[in-house]
């Protein structure tokens, strides 16, 4: 199985830990965003891994090459121009089509700024047992930005903003609304569909496919731990919690 790490955002938020890195080299305490999140996927089997990078990329890839890629092949998709999670999936969807990778195999597609402990193997199994072209790990947490389900976990819509303005694309009586971990796991069958171009969300690609009665399923990761990395206070909240809820691999 293989996997892509998200990784080329600016980290304008965590400054000033990003005024002289990329966030994925931000640390939190004493590894890499990158590290943690390369040693999970690692943990879970994965030992195919792509990176998009763009803000201070040449450091990452040093970084990489000083630690021997961590016993992985990865290999390095570099923006010029941000592409966001939808443009930068699409631009690497080259890593997924490759002759030696299984056409039906799905991958995971990972957030470089968060960490949690939920559980990929569960994840990846709900979504083939389901059938989904796309499953994303969601929780019962408060956000600015919800995405919601109908019964069936099916993706029906979202709520954002202050105003938590709601655009359902599919019907649903009582839609749940549920905070995205920025986790998924996602059929290669998705990559032909992505007709968005340029810089785009990856979840308004999920919201048309949705709309059209694609099955994108949300997977209730309620029980595990899980934190957004993306200020430097929650990087030092993480850090203080990281010894015992995410043990070193």
Request: charged share 25%; with cysteine; hydrophobic share 40%.
């Amino acid at each position: 199985m293989k996997a892509m790490i998200l990784a080329a955002g600016l980290g304008t938020r965590l400054r000033p830990l990003t005024d002289n890195r990329p966030k994925a080299l931000v640390e939190v305490a004493g590894r890499t965003m990158l590290e943690i999140t390369l040693i999970r996927l690692r943990s879970f089997g994965i030992r195919e891994v792509i990176v998009n990078v763009h803000h201070f990329a040449d450091m990452i890839v040093e970084y990489l090459k000083t630690n021997h890629n961590f016993g992985m092949r990865i290999e390095i998709s570099r923006e010029e121009v941000l592409l966001d999670t939808g443009g930068g999936l699409k631009k690497a969807a080259y890593f997924f089509r490759e002759r030696s990778s299984s056409p039906d195999e799905s991958f995971v597609l990972h957030n470089v700024d968060v960490i949690s402990t939920i559980d990929l193997g569960r994840v990846v199994q709900f979504h083939v047992v389901k059938r989904a072209l796309a499953t994303i790990a969601v929780q019962n947490r408060k956000t600015s930005r919800y995405l919601l389900f109908d019964d069936s976990l099916q993706l029906c819509g979202r709520r954002t903003g202050r105003d938590q303005k709601t655009e359902l694309v599919r019907s649903s009586p009582q839609a749940q609304a549920l905070a995205f971990s920025g986790i998924h796991v996602i059929s290669p069958r998705l990559l032909a569909m992505m007709t968005e171009d340029g810089a785009f969300s990856i979840i308004t690609c999920y919201l048309r496919l949705a709309a059209k009665g694609e099955k994108i399923l949300g997977f209730r990761a309620d029980e595990y731990y899980w934190r957004d990395l993306g200020t430097p206070e929650n990087v030092a909240q993480a850090a203080a919690e990281l010894e015992q809820k995410v043990p070193k691999q």
